[in-house]
């Protein structure tokens, strides 16, 4: 088991945490857009904004280059989808509405709960399909009252769709692995978004190779987004997930879908939110409280003589 928190911590606490870390990605979308205002094209700013990360990653994996020896396989194989669904997600929140790009990505929960009742034995408990049913109704919601429809389908959705896929199987491995090491994992996760976004680039989106000079501007910007507010959260997000079941994980990691509606209403005229989808957002959050409120009564009424 990793160390980066005391063992004795509390659940409660461990998903307050990846409540924090998600509300962190709900803000994503920003410099991905951002970026574009510096003359980077769409893709090569997923590129760009992964890729800055491992300028202090890398240095840490070779101090810390014996942990890789430690299941190397496993930590590659959650590296490899979790950073393919990043490519995906930061993909579909350029290409789409970000409101159905985080919707599409978060549909997480019900895979999540699907690969931990069949492949990690996890019980799927009432209170955890209430959670589901609770989140859904909030999505239902989030898309209800908006005009969001007269936006056919595209490929930012099925990026978005897949990201959320993708996701749920990486963390249910991390999940399964305990022996997963942090920086290990880190640096495969950011290798995999880079080169996924590269990849995107050349098969996908037909942009021109830029120079390295067009960068330069927004390296400070960039960097303060990747590696000083994104980056540790993420590191959150991969530790707790290998704490909590991966069900859990993606029910609380759904208050990125508030974070990123609400800031995108503010900060994007078409994407105002209605008075049905602030109580789709209210639902999200009561789904991602619900089952740890029921534990928590259960437990204080097994306590009860």
């Known amino acids: 088991m990793l160390t980066a928190f005391p063992k004795k911590i509390s659940e409660t606490t461990l998903s307050f945490s990846i409540l924090i870390s998600g509300g962190i990605w709900g803000l994503y979308w920003i410099p991905l857009r951002e970026i574009e205002g510096y003359g980077i094209p769409t893709y ?22 014996s942990h890789f020896r430690t299941s190397f396989w496993p930590t590659l194989q959650v590296g ?6 990043f490519t995906f997600y930061a993909s579909a929140l350029l290409e789409t509405t970000i409101m159905r790009a985080t919707l599409m990505f978060y549909l997480s929960p019900i895979w999540g709960t699907i690969i931990g009742y069949f492949f990690l034995s996890e019980p799927f408990t009432r209170a955890r399909l209430l959670s589901i049913c609770i ?19 595209n490929i930012g959705d099925l990026f978005a769709f897949l990201s959320g896929i993708l996701f749920s199987c990486g963390s249910s491995i991390l999940k399964h692995r305990p022996d997963i090491k942090m920086i290990p994992l880190t640096s495969f996760v950011y290798i995999f978004t880079s080169v996924g976004a590269f990849l995107l680039i050349i098969f996908i989106s037909n942009e021109p190779l ?7 501007p ?4 960039v960097f303060m987004w990747s590696t ?52 789709g957002a209210l639902a999200i959050i009561t789904a991602g409280f619900t089952e740890l409120v029921i534990a928590k009564f259960k437990k204080k009424s097994s306590y009860i003589p």
């Open 44 to 65: 090569w700013s997923v590129f760009f904004i992964n890729a800055c990360p491992l300028i202090l990653i890398l240095p840490l994996s070779l101090l810390k280059i």
């Open 218 to 221: 927004s390296i400070p910007y």
């Open 80 to 85: 490899l989808l979790i950073g393919i669904a």
């Open 228 to 279: 000083v507010i994104l980056l540790p959260s993420f590191m959150i997000v991969f530790k707790v997930s290998q704490i909590l079941f991966p069900g859990r994980v993606a029910i609380l990691l759904m208050s990125e879908v508030v974070v990123a509606i609400i800031s995108a209403s503010v900060l994007v005229p078409e994407e105002r939110m209605f008075y049905l989808q602030w109580l």
């Open 210 to 216: 830029i120079n390295i000079k067009t960068f330069l």
């Open 135 to 153: 989140a859904i109704v909030g999505l239902v919601l989030l898309l209800s009252g908006t005009n969001n429809s007269s936006y056919p389908l």
